[in-house]
Every structure is written in structure tokens, then in C-alpha cells.
């Protein structure tokens, strides 16, 4: 158990949708990144927040937004959802800012019908 | 450009056998690091070795090993005595401390099935 979690585990939802992705990180964990994970793209960076502050920003569709609240909680707000959205989305957590080593969460499975 | 190639896409080894996955990077960077992750059947990613590129001492951690050689640009992972719980997918992934991206970028993974 890496101490990420993350909710739901599995969403199906149908197109044109809006769904939002949680992720607890590890106690004490100040970073947390969003990566998405799909059979064609492989494992692709959208974007880290560090202490409540977006920090970098990878491949984000401009349909998705993330945020990192005071409690150090994130979540990740995916809208106009299409068929090419399906995917599992990760989130992970450092410690630090950068070049650190990430704990992962178990991902969400998301099915755009 | 910031890259990692896996070209190995997928390797089938019997039981005890060694195996060698592939890791070949692209950076500008002259610092940077580079990672194994273990990405098993229940599908959470886990963390097995960070390397930083001013420290090419290869590395033994129990059946594991990794060769990492800046002259060619390559981290490789070695399982002596593979056993069936080794199945897995595996990723090798590099970020840049100055230039380029400081998040991880990974190579497109190696499944390796280890048989009974």
C-alpha cells in the first residue's frame, strides 16, 4: 500500500459528460501529479501541484482542470468527456517538488461509453 | 528532446531464467534522473530504483540489478532467477533537473510473463 488513495476506483459515464477524480496523498506528501494511462499514449504527465500551487504542466487537455486544496487533497475535473478520454488515471505524491520519487495511487479506471 | 525508450515490448521468460529489460534515454540535461517502476497485475505503479547521472555505480538489491551507462545512455534492470511473481509490466522513466521536464517521463513499458 503506497498510502495514495484515490476515488473512485472505476467510473463509466457517457460522453459529453464531467467527472471529477479524487486523491489523498500520502501523509506529509506536499506534491501530487496526475497521470494518465491509455493502451495508445502509454503512461502521459498532466499536471503536478505542489503545496496547493500548480507546479508543472504536462499533456492537459484544456477540458481538464485539477486543483489541490488546503488539506493537500486533489482532485481531478475531467468535462466534455469523449470516447478517447477512457482511461486509468494515476495519481501520485513526493515528498518534494521535483526529480523526487512518486507514490502512486491504485488509479481510477474511467469507461467514456 | 526528453525521451525513454523501451524498445522490448514484451518478453516471455521460463522460471529461474535471468532477464534483461532495456532502458535507452534522450537529454540535454547534464543532471538528471532516471527510474524503475513495477507495474503488476492489480495495476498500482511501484517505485523499485532512482538513479541520479552523477552516480554510475551499478546497483544490487536482492535478485535485482541495474547497469547504468551514461556513455550510451542506458539504465538497464536485471531479475536473476526470475520467478513467476515477477510478472509484470515494467516502466523506466527519467525527469531533468534544470532544461527540460522535472516531472517523470516514461518509456512505453516491458511486459514480462515469467512461466511456471
Known amino acids: 500500500d503506497s498510502g495514495v488513495t484515490q476515488t473512485p476506483k472505476h467510473l463509466i459515464t457517457a460522453t459529453g459528460q464531467r467527472v471529477t477524480l479524487r486523491c489523498s496523498p500520502r501523509s506529509g506528501d506536499l506534491s501530487v501529479y496526475w497521470y494518465q494511462q491509455s493502451l495508445d499514449q502509454g503512461l502521459q504527465f498532466l499536471i503536478q501541484?505542489?503545496?496547493?500551487?500548480?507546479?508543472a504542466k504536462g499533456n492537459i487537455l484544456e477540458r481538464f482542470s485539477a486543483q489541490q486544496f488546503p488539506d493537500l487533497h486533489s482532485e481531478l475535473n475531467l468535462s466534455s468527456l469523449e470516447l478517447g478520454d477512457s482511461a486509468l488515471y494515476f495519481c501520485a505524491s513526493s515528498v518534494g517538488i521535483e526529480n523526487e520519487k512518486l507514490f502512486f495511487g491504485s488509479g481510477t479506471q474511467l469507461s467514456v461509453l | 528532446a526528453q525521451k525513454v525508450t523501451q524498445a522490448q515490448t514484451e518478453i516471455s521468460v521460463v522460471e529461474k531464467e535471468d532477464v534483461t529489460l532495456d532502458c535507452v534515454y534522450e537529454?540535454?540535461?547534464?543532471?538528471?534522473?532516471l527510474f524503475w517502476y513495477k507495474q503488476p497485475p492489480s495495476g498500482e505503479l511501484v517505485f523499485l530504483i532512482r538513479?541520479?547521472?552523477?552516480?554510475?555505480q551499478n546497483e544490487i538489491s536482492g535478485r535485482y540489478s541495474w547497469n547504468f551507462q551514461k556513455s550510451t545512455s542506458s539504465f538497464n534492470f536485471t531479475i536473476t532467477a526470475s520467478q513467476v511473481v515477477d510478472s509484470a509490466v515494467y516502466f523506466c522513466?527519467?525527469?531533468?533537473?534544470?532544461?527540460?521536464?522535472?516531472?517523470?517521463?516514461f518509456g512505453s513499458g516491458t511486459r514480462l510473463q515469467v512461466q511456471p
Open positions: 537529454t540535454r540535461d547534464t543532471t538528471y534522473y
Open positions: 522513466a527519467l525527469s531533468e533537473a534544470y532544461t527540460g521536464r522535472r516531472a517523470l517521463t
Open positions: 501541484y505542489y503545496n496547493g500551487e500548480e507546479r
Open positions: 538513479r541520479n547521472s552523477f552516480d554510475e
